[in-house]
């Protein structure tokens, strides 16, 4: 019987001997650079001529890992090869399948280090947000495995006289499972891993920018634990070519995508269309991105709500659909907390994450990205007032670095204000009172995450109620959603609210399926 299920701990980066290990990791996934990765499609490793080049956004000459990438004729067989594999895995009793979960996490936390350091590299995170990452990664196998168990077992359902009838949630079939790169572990490894566990089969696509780190899943599965082919195809490829073909195909059963709001809406008007040969409608599981507002009152503590503000805006450069993206501040405290704001923003250390567990800030994913945050900053100064950063930072390596930005005075309908900007720009909003930071909050498309700080109670309760999002948080950051305890997803264009790391999760892969015998 397994233990109740305990998040990952998080690794303390001041212990000597854990920072050492963090080097030596580093040492090691270096030694791999450049290094070949093929597709996965029906167990057979392909090699193909159109190769992906992953490279380091710190220092972009640098490359990660050369990456396959698949064809249309590619895509099309690789979900044929996971239909025939559905046949026999949608068998497997649950209890096995939930073991692959279980013994996926275990070789990934013995590996912890390495998982991390990959995403140092490949995606520019802070050492302690890439150790966030990779614990996530291993709390979603862990957590889905239990919950397979749980719902594994026959539902009973209300007795009736002379009948004995059972719920029994079956798997759906094949799964399209679209990560994106800003959580390349974590989220794509979730996203598997819910597929597989429910006795769907999977074909992933992963994000164009982080794809090594979805190789090494797949390795894990195939080449360690042996996962019978078919049943976990990888298979990179540009969104257009490929993307299309998986939505598309007749025999996709399900899309599981997180990613731009954009890309999610494409998918759900794809998805929604019945193609020759298709015997069901498709379902989407769509987490869309965000714009994160923290709303402070003037009962708050001007420090703490500075510290959660700055932390849910810039962690991992504010390249999470969960950051905080709006300070919208009441009057009275709109000063002393933006000063504080300013304060601690110019002090964050910008620089190549692979220095050292000190850098709380690397690049952002590549110089599209930068392209983009800078044409907003440029935006920004004409809706607002720039206290902190708006500059890229130069860099030997030609990183893509960049100043966390922080623009005050924004109006609540400028477009800084409503545009989802996924970096590091900060947009502060003044509040003439609690009540119109309420509507301010609240007047976006989106509704993913936000926070309140304020020691009023009537106002934590107005929030608790009228604050639309998917994960409110009361005086603390935004971000930071932990497995099993905040479970996660949004409203309106930030998805279906799909609440990954949580009890209802699993069901979103699976269908009920009654039985009753009469006796």
């Known amino acids: ?25 580093l040492a090691k996934v270096r030694a791999t650079f450049g290094r070949a990765y093929p597709l996965i499609v029906g167990g057979e490793k392909i090699y193909t001529d159109d190769i992906l080049e992953s490279r380091n ?26 239909a025939k594999a559905f046949e026999h895995w949608k068998r497997i009793p649950y209890t096995e399948r939930a073991r692959y979960l279980f013994h996926a996490a275990k070789i990934m936390r013995e590996r912890k280090h390495e998982f991390s350091a990959l995403m140092v590299y490949e995606a520019g995170k802070p050492w302690v947000e890439a150790d966030a990452d990779t614990a996530e990664a291993i709390d979603f196998m862990e957590y889905y495995g239990r919950e397979m168990l749980r719902l594994g077992k026959p539902h009973p359902t209300h007795p009736e006289p002379y009948h004995e009838t059972e719920l029994h949630y079956i798997p759906l079939g094949v799964g399209i499972v679209i990560p994106p790169w ?9 996203m598997t891993t819910a597929t597989i566990v429910t006795g769907n089969t999977a074909v992933l696509k992963p994000a164009s920018a982080t794809p090594v780190i979805a190789a090494w899943l797949a390795e894990i599965f195939v080449d360690q634990l042996h996962l019978p082919a078919g049943v976990l195809n990888f298979l990179p490829g ?12 007749p025999l996709t ?5 997180t990613g731009s709001k954009e890309v999610g809406i494409r998918i759900n008007q794809r998805a929604a269309a019945v193609n020759p040969g298709q015997r069901w409608l498709k379902r989407t599981i769509l987490e869309m991105g965000g714009k994160d507002a923290i709303l402070v009152d003037e009962t708050a503590d001007p420090e703490e709500a500075a510290a959660g503000i700055v932390a849910a805006a810039f962690g991992y450069q504010g390249q999470k659909c969960s950051a905080c993206s709006r300070a919208v501040i009441v009057e009275p405290l709109y000063d002393a907390v933006l000063e504080r704001i300013v304060e601690r923003t110019k002090n964050l250390d910008v620089s190549d ?23 907003y900053i440029a935006i920004g100064k004409g809706e607002g007032r720039l206290v902190a950063g708006g500059e890229s930072v130069s860099a030997p390596s030609g990183g893509y670095f960049l100043q966390p930005t922080v623009i005050a005075d924004v109006a609540p309908d400028a477009r800084l204000a409503q545009e989802e900007v996924f970096g590091p720009v900060l947009a502060v909003i003044k509040a003439r009172d609690f009540t119109e930071g309420m509507e301010i909050v609240n007047n976006t498309e989106y509704g993913l995450t936000g926070s309140l700080y304020s020691m009023r109670r009537d106002r934590l309760e107005c929030a608790r109620q009228e604050f639309h999002v998917g994960n409110l948080y009361l005086n603390r950051k935004c971000t930071h959603a932990l497995v099993g305890v905040h479970p996660f997803g949004g409203f309106n264009m930030s998805g279906t609210d799909s609440k990954a790391g949580g009890s209802d999760y699993l069901q979103l892969f699976m269908q009920a399926k009654v039985v009753s015998e009469k006796v």
């Open 57 to 82: 956004p710190s220092n972009p000459s640098e490359v990660v890992g050369r990456v396959s990438q698949a064809t249309p004729e590619l895509a099309d067989r690789a979900v044929r090869e996971a």
């Open 353 to 375: 994450p692979a220095l050292g567990p000190g850098v709380e800030m690397g690049p952002v994913i590549d110089e599209k990205a930068l392209k983009k945050h800078l044409e």
């Open 238 to 249: 540009p969104g257009g070519a490929v993307g299309d073909v998986l939505v598309d195909h």
């Open 1 to 25: 019987m397994k233990r109740p299920f305990v998040n990952e701990p998080l690794t303390d980066f001041s212990a000597r001997a854990n920072a050492e290990a963090f080097g030596q990791a």
């Open 182 to 190: 800003n959580f390349p572990c974590a989220i794509m490894t979730g």
């Open 253 to 257: 059963r399900f899309v599981a995508f």
